[in-house]
């Protein structure tokens, strides 16, 4: 079935440093990706989805390229906030009918 | 803040009662997904729905959960019978179109089973 790997599942950095939380993902069709962030004890929120392959997608400084011949759609950001220590989802959806495969997900601390 | 309402925030149950949640999904959204995530965040489909229809479930959702989205009251989805495992946060999320498209998710209702 199709999954979605996302192999760091804390990462901790000094705030204004740069950010990459990869995400691979194995599907037999032409999926869409997203990135989730959820912080806590709220919603997930959508913060950025996948565009065609090798175009980049940017939101609120966070940026993502699709790349399907690696099956990749690593989240970037050139420099992180206090603001952005939160989980962070990778998810794709294929199979029309059940929404969304998620990652395990990631959790950024951001520190001083 | 999430468009997606869900009620209540947090219910606590013993193990064998029934475990009741609702949700109002995003205006103008016929499409309606609940969700299971556990304590270590991992996400687990439920069912989901097209304006009144049953899109989808899974075996554990048809055998033990009662669910439904009636024209014009929230959505809901009630544990039959409340097992520790059940322990968890319940997510709504609604969307424009089942395929492809972008889910927005309500705030969750976190379930206790003591």
């Known amino acids: 079935g199709d999954s979605v790997t996302q192999t760091e599942g804390l990462v901790t950095l000094t705030k204004g440093l740069p950010v990459m939380l990869n995400c691979t993902y194995q599907?037999?069709?032409?999926?869409?990706l997203f990135w989730y962030v959820q912080h806590l004890n709220e919603a997930p929120k959508l913060l950025l989805k996948?565009?065609?392959?090798?175009k980049r997608t940017e939101h609120q400084g966070f940026y993502a390229t699709l790349h399907k011949s690696s099956s990749s759609f690593h989240l970037q950001k050139s420099s992180v906030q206090l603001s952005d220590s939160a989980l962070y989802f990778c998810a794709l959806t294929v199979n029309y009918a059940q929404g969304l495969t998620f990652g395990l997900g990631t959790r950024v601390s951001v520190f001083p | 803040n999430s468009k997606v309402i869900q009620t209540p925030r947090y219910l606590v149950k013993g193990q064998g009662q029934k475990a009741k949640m609702r949700c109002i999904p995003e205006k103008g959204h016929p499409v309606v997904f609940w969700y299971q995530q556990n304590k270590n965040n991992e996400f687990k489909f439920l069912i989901n729905f097209q304006n009144q229809e049953v899109l989808q479930q899974i075996d554990m959702t048809e055998k033990r959960f009662s669910a439904e989205c009636p024209s014009n009251s929230p959505c809901s989805l009630e544990i039959q019978s409340s097992e520790a495992g059940d322990s968890a946060l319940y997510l709504c999320a609604s969307s424009l179109t089942v395929s492809g498209n972008t889910l927005y998710f309500g705030e969750g209702s976190r379930l206790i089973v003591v």
């Open positions: 996948s565009s065609t392959d090798n």
């Open positions: 599907t037999t069709y032409s999926p869409f």
